[in-house]
């Protein structure tokens, strides 16, 4: 969701007077690549552009293209095959060993409908959309760019023109809420073909880091480097001052009896406690219980959580296998962090890996690609979707 926000906060600054745009998408990957399906980039004709689909091996190469797709106002898929050493068409020898197709579609600032206009309509949504790109057809009944785009409930927010096409896509972007994934599909129109890429576009990550001292600072930036959603809370206002968070989207004095009134946490939202208040901490943790946060991390030794256990014991509160998965105390993964930059990076990172579903460690150690791939060997950018959070249980 960052790179939709970069795009859609670009775009909003663009002077189409003086320049032009287009989108470029990766929508297929066979092999390996740098930047997965779902990649976005929004290209100026003045030689700017805000995403990536590369390392940067392919941005100038894109740039140039979607100079021509401005021109003559009609999209194209661009195959690039980075397998062969001595290609060189792109000027530099490229050695990501895969092929990549990258959709890339001019921008009408003054139509009704373009791909930006599309992405306003999700980003910054709490809820999970399904989007298709055709990106690949040789019939005149699907063009080169068209999107179809649903809610959970499968209510049509953006359609493709072709109804056959329309109500068949429709049908495998509802399952994407089951299966979440992403993945290329080819169908058959009459006796015609048609690409398209699949994807579950989830809503922004959301960290609320309850405790405002001096090491919740550096889990605030980094969080925000990130794209992440930040709030901060504490019932010390000294704690919450704003020159000591600048990038937090929210500062809040609150009670931790208000924080259900307070505070709206989902599957989507990652809580951190680390007031180094014991009694703060404890109550929290009882109130986060009740809720959907898939997260809880809790800064200090294992001993202080299992004398929380303890005391929610005696009052008749059992914590379940789901309860125990979700709370990490200690918090973080084990790299040796001591100073505080170096925590919140441990912090951070186990946030990020218990979202996109991994456990961190060594990749080099890692059986298989870093990425999913379908059976068909294509890429499918996977993510972690909780579809069923659970039942909230009663917690007096």
């Not at 490229?94 to 139509?111: F, Q, R, S, T, W």
């Not at 179809?148 to 329309?166: F, K, M, T, Y």
Request: with cysteine; aromatic share 8%; proline share 4%.
């Amino acid at each position: 969701m960052k790179e939709f926000n970069a795009i859609v906060r670009e775009y909003g600054k663009v002077d189409f007077n003086a320049c032009k745009a287009a989108l470029a998408t990766v929508v297929k990957v066979r092999g390996s690549s740098y930047r997965s399906p779902g990649a976005r980039m929004l290209i100026m004709d003045d030689g700017r552009w805000v995403g990536s689909i590369s390392g940067g091996c392919l941005e100038g190469d894109a740039l140039r293209k979607a100079r021509k797709v401005i021109l003559e106002k009609k999209a194209m898929t661009v195959t690039y095959d980075t397998r062969e050493e001595s290609n060189q068409n792109l000027g530099i020898g490229l050695g990501c060993n895969g092929v990549i197709d990258v959709l890339i579609e001019p921008i009408d600032h003054k139509a009704s409908v373009n791909p930006v206009h599309i992405f306003e309509k999700f980003t910054g949504t709490k809820e999970p959309v399904a989007l298709a790109t055709l990106f690949r057809s040789d019939s005149p009944a699907a063009a080169t760019g068209e999107k179809l785009l649903i809610d959970r409930e499968g209510i049509i927010h953006q359609s493709v023109i072709d109804a056959a096409l329309c109500e068949t896509i429709h049908h495998d972007l509802r399952q994407l809420f089951e299966a979440p994934g992403s993945e290329t599909r080819q169908y058959r129109i009459q006796n015609s073909t048609a690409e398209v890429y699949l994807e579950l576009i989830q809503p922004n990550t959301s960290l609320i880091i309850f405790g405002g001292g001096f090491d919740a600072r550096p889990v605030s930036q980094l969080a925000k480097s990130l794209g992440w959603e930040v709030t901060v809370t504490d019932e010390c206002v000294a704690h919450i001052a704003p020159v000591f968070f600048p990038d937090a989207d929210k500062l809040s004095l609150c009670n931790r009896t208000f924080i259900e009134r307070d505070f709206s946490v989902t599957p989507y939202t990652a809580c951190v406690l680390m007031s180094h208040n014991y009694e703060y901490d404890r109550d929290v943790l009882k109130t986060l219980l009740k809720t959907h946060t898939p997260y809880i991390g809790i800064l200090g030794p294992r001993k202080r959580f299992e004398k929380m256990c303890a005391e929610y014991a005696a009052q008749g509160i059992e914590l379940s296998s789901d309860d125990v998965h979700r709370i990490h105390s200690p918090i973080g993964l084990d790299i040796g962090a001591e100073a505080p930059d170096e925590i919140a990076v441990s912090i951070i990172a186990e946030i990020q890996g218990k979202f996109a579903g991994r456990s961190g460690g060594y990749l080099k150690y890692r059986e298989g690609p870093i990425h999913q791939r379908a059976a068909g060997g294509d890429q499918v950018f996977k993510q972690v979707h909780l579809n069923n959070p659970g039942r909230r249980r009663s917690i007096k």
